[in-house]
């Protein structure tokens, strides 16, 4: 069984920055992709950012403000989250993809208002 908790969430004026983590435990492997999704109200999920042996890569509304960074011994993942908007308010989802099967943290949330 795999389980991740996640922190760092909260409310931040717009163009600052947050840090949110990811702490998984269970049956994983450093080639388990890990990232983070994100959900508006009235969106649907978006991928935001991943981490693998293949690389990390970005939403392109993300790109050069979100840097994803992993600890494979700590089985930890971050994401540095610099020049925030109001468009990035959602709840954030930590992921691990296990075979065919993506295993989620309970979210938190990030609003970016004034």
């Known amino acids: 069984q795999v389980q991740l908790v996640e922190s760092g969430g909260g409310l931040v004026q717009p163009g600052g920055s947050l840090r949110l983590s990811c702490a998984a435990s269970g049956n994983i492997f450093s080639y388990n992709p890990m990232g983070w999704y994100r959900q508006a109200p009235g969106k649907e999920r978006e991928l935001v950012a991943t981490v693998s042996i293949n690389g990390r890569t970005y939403a392109d509304s993300v790109k050069g403000r979100f840097t994803i960074s992993r600890d494979n011994p700590k089985n930890t993942v971050w994401l540095q989250m610099n020049s925030l908007k109001p468009e990035d308010t959602a709840v954030y989802y930590c992921?691990?993809?296990?075979?065919?099967?993506?295993?989620w943290g309970q979210g938190t949330q990030v609003t970016v208002s004034s």
């Open positions: 992921y691990l993809r296990k075979g065919a099967e993506n295993y």
